[in-house]
């Protein structure tokens, strides 16, 4: 099992771009998809998160900038990121906690490789 995240990039102040992730390999099924960023010299904060219901959660920062969702049957999470900004500028990661097998304790949880995002002045 392995996530692929995309969509990466430079961004003026104000613009948009949008990250996906999508989970390849053999799994039973996916429970919370999220997008995580690391700035230099910071450590690495949760941007926002969703349920395999579709609930979501926001890092205060980004409310009503950016947007995740996903795609169930495409085993794929994305991330809206408008009005960009300096301050957003990091290397994302996306996460899943995934069920390898039919039985609840086959869960683990699986990170993508990081994308960088800049948001320049």
């Known amino acids: 099992v392995q996530l692929q995240a995309s969509g990466g990039g430079l961004a003026q102040a104000g613009g948009s771009l949008k990250l996906s992730c999508a989970a390849y390999?053999?799994?039973?099924?996916?429970?919370?998809m999220a997008w995580y960023r690391q700035a230099p010299g910071k450590q690495r904060e949760l941007v926002a998160s969703i349920s395999k219901t579709g609930g979501t959660d926001y890092a205060y920062s980004v409310v009503g900038r950016f947007t995740i969702s996903r795609d169930n049957a495409q085993n794929t999470a994305y991330l809206q990121m408008n009005s960009l900004q300096s301050a957003d500028t990091a290397v994302y990661y996306c996460?899943?906690?995934?069920?390898?097998?039919?039985?609840?304790?086959?869960?683990?949880?699986?990170w993508g490789q990081g994308t960088q995002v800049t948001g320049t002045l």
């Open positions: 390999g053999t799994f039973f099924g996916i429970d919370d």
């Open positions: 996460y899943a906690r995934i069920q390898r097998f039919s039985y609840l304790l086959s869960k683990a949880d699986y």
